[in-house]
């Protein structure tokens, strides 16, 4: 089955700094990406998406990469503010047959934005 | 919150006790999971649903058991609940577009 590793686990950088999360996933059919953002206590929240015919994605301040011939896809968040400081999660997707449509996360990275 | 509830929030039980944990939907949605979160282990999908009847296991099965009688609820059973149960255990469904929404998460102490 599909394996998601994420590096790296924990992430301090300084307030507007660049911040870069890196997972690769193992099953060249996955083809849905998912970033998700938990707070302390809250439930985790889809920031932002990709798909396997994409190569790239921006939504202001986030971006995501992908390169699906090395397996491997990537979080930026530039100009890092306090409020960015959560635990992120990448996650993949295999479009199987009919029924069979599950996600798979990464482990987490603790990003804290110093200020 | 698109309208996907979880009860209890809040549960301590004992061990060897069975545990229903509940996940309400109000949108229809042909899919469901459960998940387990653990610290250094992410989320980790125990069982999933595509569609009234229909389940499957996920990669951390064993101990759990799931029943879908209903669109609108999935429900997770710890047949006897043990301390490696502990966690925090949230729901999920997936809407048109691929997009995953998890519920507010119950958290469950096995004492």
């Known amino acids: 089955g599909e394996n998601v590793e994420q590096h790296p686990s924990t992430l301090s950088v300084q307030e507007g700094d660049s911040a870069v999360i890196k997972c690769t996933y193992s099953?060249?059919?996955?083809?849905?990406f998912p970033w998700y953002k938990q707070e302390l206590g809250k439930r985790p929240q889809l920031i932002i998406d990709i798909r396997s015919n994409v190569g790239e994605k921006k939504d202001q301040r986030i971006a995501v990469t992908l390169n699906k011939t090395a397996k491997h896809f990537s979080l930026h968040i530039t100009e890092t503010q306090p409020e960015d400081s959560a635990v992120y999660f990448c996650a993949a997707e295999r479009n199987w047959i009919q029924g069979a449509q599950k996600l798979v996360f990464g482990q987490g990275t603790r990003l804290t934005i110093n200020p | 919150d698109a309208g996907i509830t979880q009860s209890p929030r809040h549960k301590v039980t004992e061990t060897g006790t069975p545990v229903t944990l509940r996940c309400h939907q109000t949108e229809n949605h042909r899919y469901m999971y459960w998940y387990r979160q653990d610290p250094g282990h992410g989320l980790r999908l125990i069982h999933y649903s595509y569609g009234v009847k229909d389940t499957d296991k996920g990669e951390v099965s064993d101990g759990y058991s799931v029943s879908r009688s209903k669109t609108e609820d999935f429900l997770l059973t710890l047949e006897s609940a043990t301390s490696s149960q502990t966690s925090v255990y949230f729901c999920?469904?997936?809407?048109?577009?691929?997009?995953?929404?998890f519920g507010s998460g119950t958290r469950l102490t096995v004492v």
């Open positions: 099953d060249s059919a996955s083809n849905y």
């Open positions: 999920a469904i997936r809407a048109t577009g691929y997009g995953y929404t």
